[in-house]
C-alpha cells in the first residue's frame, strides 16, 4: 500500500504528515497500518475526553523576556570582571531594593547597578539606584550603562555626591563595557569612601583636626595618581577615556575646595614659615654643595610656589633626605645640580617648545611629570610654568 493508494482510500491530506511517518507507510503491510490505526483512535479519544485543566501549562510569567534576558548578561558581565579584582562580590539582582551586585572593598559596601539597554538610560533607573543606596546603607555606589548614555547624568564619566537620610555617598557614573575603565571607577569610589570615613573620624576629635586634613590630602594624592595613570593609558583604553579624565580632574577640584573650606574655616592651623625651609635646606649636605646663585634660585622658586596657593595654611613643606616637597611639586637635590618635578600638565605649549631647545637635554619626562635642571637656561621658564 503506497502513499497514492492512501490518498484514494482516505480523505486527509498527506502532505502534513512528517517524512518518516510518509517513509514508514510506503513500506507497511495493510496489518501494520490496521493496527496503527486501532491504537492510535484509543488515544485520540482518550485525549478528546481528558480535562484540560489537568494540563500542567509553564505559566507565561516564567518565560524571561528579551530585556531581562539582556539585563542578566550585561550582570553576569560585570560580576565576572569584578570577581577578578576583589574577593567579595555577590549578585543581589533578585532581592528587592538591593541593586545589582554587591562589593565590599575594607569592608565598606558599594552597591553596584548595571544597565545592558539599548536605548539611553532614563531618568527613573538612576531614581531607583538613589533609592536602593538609601535601603541598603551603601558606603559607595557605581552605576554602569555598558551600551548607552544616562539621560540627565552623563555620556561618559562622572563622580558625585548623592544624599541619602543620614549621610552623603560618593557615586561613579560610567558609560562604558571596558573591563580598565570599570576597575578605575570602583577604585575611585573606594578611595573616596576611605577619604571621608578618615575626615569623618578625625573631625570628631578637634585636638587632631590637622592630621586629619593631611591624611585627606594623602588620598586625594592617590586619586590623582590615579588619575595620571588613567591619563598613561588612554590611548590604550578608548578615546572615550579622555573625557573621563577631565571629569575626575573637576571631582579633584571639587574635592580641593572642601578641604580649603574646612581650613580656613578651622583655627587649629599651621601657618608656613619659609624662613624656617630655607633653615632646614641649610642642612642637606647636597644643598650646601651648591653655588649660591643656585641656593638662591631654589629659594626663589619655593616663595613662588608658596605665594601661588596662599590659602593652603596647613601645607607644610616636606623635607626627606635629598628631597623636599610641596604639594605635586618636589625637588631632588645631587650634589653637582637640583632638578625641579612638576605635573606635565601644568607647561603650556609655547614655554615646552622653548624647554626642548635647551641645550644637553635639561629636561625629561616620566609617568605625567616634567623634571627640569635648575640652571641659567632652565630658570625663568621654571618660574613661568609657576606663574
Not at 504528515?17 to 514508514?24: A, E, G, K, R, Y
Not at 641649610?282 to 596662599?310: A, G, W, Y
Request: hydrophobic share 35%; net charge neutral; with cysteine.
Amino acid at each position: 500500500m503506497n502513499r497514492s493508494h492512501l490518498e484514494s482510500v482516505f480523505s486527509f491530506d498527506t502532505s502534513r504528515i512528517n517524512d518518516t511517518t510518509s517513509d514508514w507507510l510506503r513500506n507497511a503491510t495493510s496489518d501494520d497500518i490496521a493496527l496503527a490505526l486501532n491504537i492510535g483512535c484509543a488515544k485520540v479519544a482518550c485525549l478528546k475526553s481528558a480535562n484540560l485543566s489537568n494540563l500542567s501549562l509553564q505559566p507565561v510569567s516564567s518565560v524571561k523576556s528579551p530585556a531581562v534576558q539582556s539585563g542578566q548578561i550585561g550582570e553576569a558581565f560585570v560580576e565576572s570582571i569584578l570577581k577578578k579584582h576583589f574577593p567579595v562580590v555577590t549578585n543581589v539582582a533578585s532581592q528587592s531594593k538591593s541593586g545589582d551586585l554587591s562589593l565590599f572593598i575594607d569592608h565598606q559596601k558599594i552597591v553596584v547597578e548595571v544597565k545592558n539597554y539599548t536605548n539611553p538610560v532614563p531618568s527613573s533607573g538612576v531614581e531607583k539606584f538613589q533609592r536602593d543606596l538609601t535601603t541598603t546603607n551603601a558606603a559607595g555606589g557605581l552605576f554602569i550603562s555598558l551600551k548607552t548614555p544616562i539621560i540627565g547624568v552623563t555620556t561618559s564619566y562622572i563622580l558625585r555626591f548623592e544624599y541619602s537620610g543620614t549621610k552623603t555617598i560618593p557615586c561613579a557614573y560610567i558609560v562604558s563595557s571596558d573591563e580598565s575603565a570599570i576597575i578605575v571607577a570602583v577604585n575611585m569610589v573606594s578611595q573616596m569612601i576611605g577619604a571621608m570615613c578618615e575626615l569623618s573620624q578625625e573631625l570628631s576629635r578637634r585636638d587632631k583636626i590637622t592630621s586629619s586634613v593631611h591624611i585627606l590630602a594623602d588620598k586625594l594624592d592617590d586619586l590623582s595618581r590615579a588619575r595620571n595613570s588613567l591619563q598613561v593609558s588612554v590611548g590604550e583604553i578608548t578615546t572615550r577615556l579622555v573625557k573621563n579624565s577631565c571629569e575626575v580632574s573637576i571631582a579633584e577640584g571639587n574635592i580641593r575646595t572642601v578641604i580649603d573650606d574646612l581650613k580656613t574655616e578651622l583655627s587649629d592651623v599651621i601657618i608656613n614659615d619659609m624662613q624656617y625651609v630655607s633653615n632646614g635646606l641649610e642642612k642637606n649636605n647636597n644643598f650646601r654643595k651648591q653655588c649660591q646663585k643656585t641656593k638662591d634660585r631654589v629659594v626663589e622658586i619655593m616663595s613662588r610656589l608658596h605665594n601661588t596657593n596662599p590659602s593652603n595654611f596647613s601645607t607644610i613643606w616636606k623635607l626627606n633626605g635629598n628631597k623636599c616637597s610641596y604639594l605635586d611639586t618636589w625637588f631632588q637635590f645631587y650634589a653637582n645640580h637640583i632638578d625641579i618635578s612638576m605635573p606635565a600638565t601644568k607647561v603650556t605649549h609655547d614655554v615646552l617648545l622653548k624647554l626642548v631647545e635647551v641645550p644637553n637635554r635639561k629636561i625629561s619626562w616620566q609617568s605625567g611629570e616634567i623634571i627640569i635642571t635648575i640652571d641659567d637656561n632652565t630658570y625663568e621658564y621654571i618660574l613661568a610654568i609657576i606663574g
